[in-house]
């Protein structure tokens, strides 16, 4: 793979700051391969501290202004996307029953594997048994027309 050109420091303080950037695939394509720059993002934000929660608009606004943010996902309803990496999104969500406030970590792509999708559950069955003030608590995992999701404490 070629190697890109590393951006500007402001274009990576912009990402630190406010979550995006005008050409955020190109960036994180060069994030994949260039050290130097992943670097400088941790130092930008142990001094800046973490980037703002992103308040999306109403599940339905959200759903036409972005189609790829769900409004709900399972039986949980989106109310701010917190971040994003390798393998998924993280939203804070609720729960449409119970009103729980959860981290509801959504995989990316459509995964219907059953393999991957048993994987999953037990991972999940197996962080559920773990009760540690320092392990975040898993409620439950699972997917829902083709989105894999697992929610969190």
């Not at 050109?5 to 391969?33: I, K, Y």
């Not at 980037?51 to 599940?59: A, D, F, G, V």
């Not at 975040?136 to 027309?145: H, L, P, Q, R, Y």
Request: aromatic share 6%.
């Amino acid at each position: 793979m070629k190697k890109t050109a590393c951006p500007l420091e402001s274009e990576l303080r912009q990402f630190v700051t406010e979550g995006h950037v005008s050409d955020e695939q190109r960036l994180a394509e060069h994030l994949d391969e260039c050290l130097r720059c992943r670097n400088a993002i941790d130092d930008m934000q142990r001094e800046l501290g973490p980037p703002r929660l992103r308040k999306l608009p109403s599940p339905a606004a959200a759903a036409v202004s972005d189609p790829s943010t769900p409004s709900e996902v399972g039986p949980y309803l989106i109310d701010l996307e917190v971040g994003g990496g390798s393998y998924g999104i993280v939203y804070k969500a609720r729960h449409r029953v119970t009103n729980q406030c959860v981290a509801l970590k959504v995989f990316h792509g459509r995964d219907t594997d059953p393999l991957v999708l048993r994987r999953l559950k037990r991972e999940a069955e197996l962080a559920g048994a773990i009760d540690h003030p320092n392990v975040v608590k898993i409620f439950e995992a699972g997917s829902v027309d083709g989105r894999t999701y697992c929610s969190f404490e």
